[in-house]
């Protein structure tokens, strides 16, 4: 291919100029056969992923093993007849139905809520974080124990072990008490900020002295504690040496106090801790009798007697044997034999503040015994949308009107062709963009089955380094064995940035699902990620203006709609802020800055500057101008504040009430933008004075300035990687993020690029995902991370591997088709005609405008 290939450059780069994260172009690309749009939706779901290992096959084989290669096509072929991206996407319907049917009839048959699962089942990942069986605990600070327990009385009543769980409840509150007093007193805990009373009461066994003091509490209501926690045994085994008189008198004392217990439940909440193991090998002797067979028929003892109360099928004495769980696993790290080590008392301590205060603060990573979140007017208003399109769609089907949609070929997301609507009459052509809603409302009601209903269960995140990294190398090994020869060997060409896009994806997918930000060298990396996202909107919108000048309303509506169609919608379903799913509002804000910069007059485009030196220092005074303003506002945050703290400006970019999150996010990569406009104009302007050469094969310049560069780049990627693995402090690191990604941005690039045979490759399965990139990006936030992006949804339980493998091929086919959705809709609701475009505007306008009007009346009731 010979230098300066303007035309082909051109077409490439108003594909390119397509918003990061896979959104697709306005349409402007070049044609697609209609037969190949006819077979996109039934083609191999990685369709481009075998074509290239046959064809390698075929050029360097022959007699034999041609033959071989002919029988190894004929079996794809055999395959993809039934492995499509529509099968594929039955399949995961399927699957989400039968999960859905499963979790449903487990919960009514099976029994039992999270709140019993919180207090009667869980794990150790790793050695200290506990999971409770299918539901997430939040790990409570003071400040929040404090506002849940604010004027309220907790009473801990047993023996030893009880004080132990007394003190780790205490610290949550205030963590300077220390465990210290007269070991078989009462002892007195006060808060008197926040009017909390929490007392240890010394009662070793079940006896009258209890239950005198529990009628008491259920006479005189000034008294009776909010919260009761109980529990003893070992003093009764180890004074009676474990006979079995002693076993029925602790049944019978207990069936005795059962009734009062049932009465004090009806205003108070009533915990009976179960009887933890013990180490034998390390009792004294004066506790061998205390042994793990006397715990468990004592645990059934108190079993039997409780569960008695039960009504409705609960208990109304609560039963916690989640810490029996956590110390079977650690009791060998006790000090005695019979106390546990702190770490497990913690975790009794933090199950039962969990118990007790997620339903009042709803903590989001807190999904154990939290309430159902009620439905706002928004959620309401859209699920009768959904439905009225359902209704609409049904009409038309039955009246036969969406037969002549059948004929019109389904628009292909990944080229993002254009397609005209079909003719037929208005009926006909609403036939297409209500189905599309339709679609759209059954997938957010799996949204919302997965991180807003009781449904599915929801577990941790837990870091390790085998859990990132192990994943890591498979996707790269998978990728690199799928690449083939691009279409072109232009520098960021279409095949590559898909590539780029794709890959980085995958990264970021893996990273949130692992919980990896908590490494600090992996966290800096995947902010260069981000940033690299950014980089390319920079770079591909200014080509797009450069060569094209296009600064027409139906480009920037098409830009806008494909960028935030899907945050919009999961904004109304799901109950969150627009700055909730911050990168797309980071990605349209930079968007339209560019369009606002390049737009404003002087537009100096391409063939305007047509090699004067004059216009080309004027694009460039034009970059130092929105320099400036972005660094005027990144060193007053008060001018920032006072932008973006205007309604209706507010609404769109706060969160929690505050811009603290938005003013952290653009901060963080405020220079890259330009970065890649910069590079964009460099690149363009060396490529029309013919500096590079861009041929199959061909280095991007000569020998020795190509070695240069490729030396300087390795060098610089690895130094900015061994300063990024050196980090200690994310604060401090994210002060020099915004000066140094570029670094390793433009590193890679030029290590990607620069080599002839690496710019005439590219993965194909690697590109598959980049199209779909954005959808990935957002649809990850409920449908396979979950508690918005907290902790990780749970289809499969007890089988963490399968989960991953299931819940991922069911979130990779929403995303697809989500972005198919997108596009369809697109071409619907864009008109070209500028009339009818500025009335659907100006419907817009009026619908955001009430939405932000409702959102704001919503939080102000709150």
């Not at 080509?543 to 806008?560: A, E, H, I």
Request: aromatic share 12%; hydrophobic share 45%.
């Amino acid at each position: 291919m010979e230098k300066g290939s303007i035309d082909t450059a051109s077409n490439r780069i108003e594909v390119e100029a397509a918003p990061a994260l896979g959104a697709a172009s306005e349409g402007n690309e070049p044609s697609m056969h209609p037969t190949e749009a006819e077979r996109s939706v039934n083609a191999p779901l990685f369709s481009p992923l075998y074509s290239s290992a046959a064809a390698r096959l075929s050029a360097c084989c022959h007699g034999g093993a041609k033959m071989a290669v002919l029988a190894y096509s004929l079996g794809k072929r055999e395959i993809n007849q039934y492995f499509s991206i529509k099968n594929a996407k039955l399949l995961s319907l399927v699957a989400v139905i039968l999960l859905t049917v499963f979790h449903s009839v487990s919960r009514y048959y099976g029994g039992g809520d999270t709140c019993e699962w919180l207090l009667s089942s869980g794990r150790f990942l790793g050695e200290s974080v506990w999971q409770p069986y299918g539901c997430m605990m939040h790990k409570y600070r003071s400040v929040e124990a404090k506002s849940c327990l604010r004027q309220k009385r907790v009473a801990f009543i047993g023996d030893s072990r009880i004080r132990q769980l007394f003190f780790s409840y205490v610290r949550i509150i205030n963590s300077d008490v220390r465990e210290d007093g007269n070991k078989h007193e009462n002892i007195p805990f006060e808060d008197r900020s926040s009017s909390i009373n929490v007392d240890f009461l010394w009662c070793a066994e079940v006896n009258n002295s209890l239950k005198e003091r529990l009628i008491a509490w259920r006479e005189d209501a000034k008294t009776k504690p909010d919260v009761i926690i109980m529990g003893a045994a070992t003093w009764s085994i180890k004074l009676h040496s474990g006979s079995s008189e002693s076993l029925q008198q602790y049944r019978s004392n207990l069936s005795a106090i059962t009734h009062v217990l049932e009465e004090l439940a009806e205003d108070s909440e009533i915990y009976w801790v179960l009887q933890d193991p013990v180490y034998e090998e390390m009792l004294s002797d004066n506790r061998k009798m205390i042994t793990n067979q006397q715990i468990d028929l004592y645990n059934d003892a108190a079993l039997g007697a409780l569960n008695s109360s039960k009504r409705n099928g609960k208990a109304r004495v609560k039963i916690l044997s989640a810490s029996r769980e956590a110390a079977m696993e650690t009791i060998t790290e006790s000090v005695d034999g019979l106390h546990l080590p702190e770490s497990t008392r913690n975790v009794g301590a933090m199950v039962l503040m969990n118990s007790v205060c997620n339903k009042a603060l709803k903590p989001m990573d807190g999904s154990c015994c939290s309430p159902l979140p009620p439905l706002s007017l928004l959620q309401k208003l859209s699920a009768l949308a959904f439905l009225a399109s359902a209704v609409g769609f049904a009409a038309l089907h039955a009246l036969g009107y969406d037969k002549r949609r059948k004929s019109k070929p389904p628009s292909d997301v990944e080229s993002g062709e254009e397609k005209k609507p079909a003719a037929g009459g208005v009926a006909a052509s609403l036939a297409s963009p209500l189905l599309a809603v339709c679609k759209m409302g059954l997938i957010m009601a799996y949204f919302y089955l997965c991180d807003r209903a009781d449904v599915f269960m929801k577990e941790h995140k837990f870091y390790t380094h085998s859990t990132f990294f192990i994943p890591l190398i498979y996707m790269f090994v998978l990728g690199i064995f799928y690449s083939e020869n691009s279409k072109e060997a232009k520098l960021l060409n279409r095949e590559q940035t898909d590539e780029w896009k794709g890959w980085m994806q995958l990264v970021i997918l893996i990273y949130h699902i692992s919980g990896a930000s908590a490494f600090i060298p992996v966290y800096m990396h995947v902010r260069v990620l981000v940033a690299a996202y950014l980089f390319q909107t920079g770079y591909g919108h200014f080509s797009f203006f450069w060569l094209k000048g296009d600064f027409g309303l139906y480009r920037v509506c098409q830009v806008l709609f494909r960028l935030n169609f899907l945050v919009i919608v999961l904004c109304l379903v799901m109950d969150r802020p627009y700055q909730f799913y911050y990168f797309v509002p980071l990605v349209t804000f930079w968007f339209a800055v560019i369009y606002g910069t390049l737009a404003m007059w002087p537009q100096i485009l391409q063939k305007t500057a047509n090699g004067s030196g004059f216009w080309h220092l004027a694009v460039l005074l034009k970059l130092l101008g929105l320099l400036s303003v972005i660094c005027v506002f990144a060193y007053s945050q008060g001018i920032f504040d006072s932008v973006f703290s205007v309604w209706p400006i507010s609404t769109l970019f706060e969160l929690q009430g505050s811009i603290h999150e938005w003013w952290f996010r653009w901060k963080l990569d405020r220079f890259v933008v330009i970065h890649g406009m910069l590079f964009a104009f460099a690149y363009l302007v060396l490529q029309k004075f013919q500096v590079l050469s861009e041929g199959k094969g061909e280095p991007l310049f000569s020998t020795r300035i190509s070695n240069c560069l490729l030396f300087v780049s390795v060098v610089s990627f690895l130094t900015y990687s061994i300063w990024a693995s050196s980090c200690r402090n994310k604060t401090e690191c994210n002060e020099l993020h915004p000066y140094i990604s570029v670094v390793q941005i433009l590193a890679f690039i030029l290590i990607r690029n620069i080599p002839g045979y690496a710019r005439s490759l590219y993965s194909s399965f690697f590109a598959w995902f980049g199209k779909i990139s954005l959808e990935l990006f957002i649809c990850q936030y409920h449908i396979w991370l979950a508690a918005d992006t907290k902790g990780i949804l749970v289809l499969v339980p007890g089988n963490p591997m399968l989960n991953i493998i299931i819940s991922t091929f069911i979130f990779v086919c929403v995303a697809h088709e989500i972005s198919q959705i997108t596009n369809e809709l697109a071409q619907v609701v864009i008109p070209k005609e500028i009339g009818a475009l500025l009335r659907r505007l100006l419907g817009v306008a009026g619908f955001l405008l009430a939405v932000l009007l409702l959102s704001t009346l919503e939080k102000g009731r709150r």
